[in-house]
């Protein structure tokens, strides 16, 4: 089949034949003859639970031409099926179409879980440092702990795409979370590390909420670098609760093996520090 669009109408209604065969090829032919108005139509049948399904996410992310990306846009705040919804949400993620994103912070807010969450992971790839400070706030307004964890995915998703990510926002959302949106935000910094995120999290280990201080001190363990090594030594030598000192030694020892500009001998003395702990008696 020639590359005219002017057979994109008698293709789009090849996409009804009786014939799977057909209806394959017509699919895959839309994708270099269609344009924005064969996107309703494609999302559609990529809900439709048979070959047809797959060939139309396919034909949906090579689509090409001017308003795809607004059709897509539409579609995924339409009142369409949530599967439909949900594969247009995913072809606007695999072709980084990064003026989705106000939308996406809508469809995040959606009455439909499923559709919240696929705006998460959405979010997770197509979002900036830039972005960060209102995927922070809507974490902070999460009612429960599966939107909580949702973004909290994105979040370290966006972060590890970064070259040099600024802990700040995340930092400031700290300071006026609530305890189990503190633990996720903590959560988050262990993947950012540096000065100022792990400040904030010392000042967490503090925290007379069992559950916040548990979360600093496996963001501590999970840091990047070899930094928080004394500061899981101390948490092992003088907390009172012997799970955190076994948690937070486990995590000193596991810290050990990262490289680290220092010596076989400095690297035997810390280890040697760390068997001189008891985390059973205190």
């Known amino acids: 089949m020639r590359g005219d669009k002017a057979a994109a109408p008698y293709v789009a209604e090849a996409v009804?034949?009786?014939s799977e065969t057909v209806r394959l090829a017509a699919i895959d032919a839309l994708a270099v003859l269609g344009d924005a108005s064969n996107v309703e139509l494609l999302a559609?049948?990529?809900?439709?639970?048979?070959?047809?399904?797959s060939a139309a996410m396919d034909s949906l992310g090579r689509l090409s031409g001017p308003g795809v990306a607004q059709s897509l846009i539409a579609v995924a705040q339409s009142r369409a099926e949530t599967s439909v919804r949900i594969n247009v949400i995913e072809t606007l993620t695999e072709r980084r179409e990064t003026e989705a994103i106000e939308v996406l912070f809508v469809l995040a807010k959606d009455d439909n879980r499923d559709i919240r969450q696929a705006?998460?992971?959405?979010?997770?790839?197509?979002?900036?440092?830039?972005d960060l400070p209102a995927m922070v706030l809507m974490l902070l307004k999460a009612t429960n702990n599966t939107d909580r964890s949702g973004m909290e995915r994105a979040l370290i998703a966006t972060?590890?795409?970064l070259e040099s990510p600024d802990a700040g926002p995340v930092v400031d959302g700290l300071a006026k979370a609530s305890r189990a949106a503190k633990s996720h935000l903590l959560t988050v910094l262990s993947r950012i590390g540096g000065p100022k995120a792990l400040d904030a999290v010392r000042g967490q280990v503090l925290s007379k909420a069992n559950q916040v201080k548990t979360a600093a001190i496996r963001a501590l363990v999970d840091w990047?670098?070899?930094?928080?090594?004394?500061?899981?030594?101390?948490?092992?030598?003088?907390d009172r609760?012997?799970?955190s000192r076994i948690l937070t030694?486990?995590?000193?020892?596991?810290?050990?093996?990262?490289?680290?500009?220092?010596?076989?001998a400095e690297t035997v003395k810390l280890l040697s520090?760390?068997?001189g702990v008891n985390v059973f008696d205190f």
């Open 273 to 275: 520090e760390s068997k």
């Open 241 to 243: 609760d012997s799970t």
């Open 16 to 18: 009804g034949s009786d």
């Open 249 to 264: 030694l486990r995590g000193y020892i596991k810290l050990l093996g990262i490289p680290a500009n220092r010596g076989a």
């Open 159 to 161: 972060v590890a795409r």
């Open 44 to 53: 559609g049948i990529s809900a439709a639970g048979d070959k047809t399904a």
């Open 119 to 130: 705006a998460y992971k959405a979010l997770g790839v197509l979002s900036d440092q830039k």
């Open 224 to 238: 990047p670098s070899v930094v928080p090594l004394s500061d899981l030594m101390k948490i092992a030598k003088t």
